[in-house]
């Protein structure tokens, strides 16, 4: 059984829709047990719900477990003083169940800064990790394409890059199913000489990697027809791209009902294509993948966004139990340790 510790005070509709997403998954997912984290009494106020999905109260209760935690981080807190001092606060309560090894992930919607924190602070990095990265997963034309670094690391050097695109191709292979994903490294232009300092000195190291499969730039307009599995950049860049993602996914869906909606002739046009427009747009809707993993811990760490209503929550336990299923945590943490090993034993006989 996948064991899966949950925020519940994450998010701005906490706790309610993070109850509400991760009871829904346990429609999904058989094989998991949930433990919520959060004011007990207002936790199990929300497992009223389970009643509205068909959830019995015997599978709630060998499935379900709300772990009190009286106190909420909150996005205003310095994220290391607010770990270090809240030390009853759902987040920190959470990751320190994680590192006692009793449960094998653990998801909020809370704070970016104080999950990565926590993560790096209570759970811990992989031997050899020196800055660990968020991985999103982002609709394209072809299927989902992962964007490392997508928010930790503003300022990255050309080595974590290198790790970043070993770390991605285990995610895609081992828990999307992709067999030779396939690497790109964000650029202005295709050409070797285009791009800023940390490309320009990525680049060559990438080349060298023998266990990725590297295509050399990727500009940011290809991402979207899916031109690369796994897209890496420093996080400056990847979160302008995610936001950008989301902003322009949201308004064309505006833009879309909108224009159904302006005259009659559309309308009778948007009934006949409904359901092939609903599916072709759930296919791009960003809260089906789940949420962004920190790569690189020694326990597998999710964040899913802020405002989320319980959808991505659930399907982020979904995206845990194939992460934990897949091994995928040991699996970076070896190729890491590995590639660490071989550069240290390089230095002491060179």
Not at 53 to 72: F, H, K, N, P, Q
């Amino acid at each position: 059984m996948v064991r899966i510790a949950i925020d519940c005070m994450g998010g701005d509709n906490s706790p309610s829709a993070i109850v509400k997403g991760a009871l829904d998954s346990l429609k999904s997912t058989a094989d998991t047990k949930l433990f919520l984290f959060g004011p007990e009494e207002a936790v199990k106020k929300e497992l009223s719900y389970a009643k509205e999905c068909g959830i019995s109260e015997t599978e709630l209760s060998e499935r379900v477990e709300v772990m009190d935690a009286a106190e909420v981080i909150t996005l205003h807190e310095s994220p290391v003083t607010a770990i270090r001092r809240k030390k009853d606060s759902s987040i920190v309560k959470a990751l320190h169940f994680i590192k006692e090894g009793n449960a094998d992930a653990f998801i909020s919607a809370g704070s970016s800064g104080a999950v990565l924190a926590g993560g790096q602070l209570i759970v811990g990095r992989a031997k050899g990790v020196p800055r660990p990265p968020f991985g999103a997963l982002i609709p394209t034309q072809k299927g989902v394409t992962l964007l490392l670094d997508s928010g930790a690391n503003v300022d990255s050097k050309p080595e974590w890059l290198v790790q970043y695109a070993k770390m991605g191709t285990i995610y895609m292979r081992e828990v999307v199913g992709i067999k030779n994903p396939v690497v790109g490294l964000v650029n202005v232009g295709v050409e070797e000489e285009k791009g800023n300092q940390l490309v320009k000195e990525t680049m060559p190291l990438l080349k060298e990697v023998k266990d990725i499969n590297f295509k050399g730039s990727c500009e940011a307009r290809d991402i979207v027809f899916g031109e690369c599995d796994v897209v890496i950049c420093d996080a400056f860049v990847g979160n302008c791209i995610l936001k950008m993602y989301e902003g322009v996914g949201k308004m064309l869906l505006g833009e879309i009902k909108s224009a159904i909606k302006s005259s009659p002739i559309s309308l009778l046009g948007g009934a006949l294509i409904k359901g092939s427009l609903k599916n072709t747009l759930k296919k791009f809707d960003a809260k089906q993948y789940g949420g962004a993993p920190v790569l690189g811990l020694k326990g597998l760490v999710v964040k899913v966004h802020g405002n989320t209503d319980g959808r991505e929550i659930t399907h982020a336990v979904q995206q845990c139990y194939d992460f934990v299923k897949a091994d995928a945590v040991a699996k970076i943490a070896e190729s890491i340790e590995a590639e660490t090993a071989e550069k240290e034993n390089s230095t002491v006989n060179p």
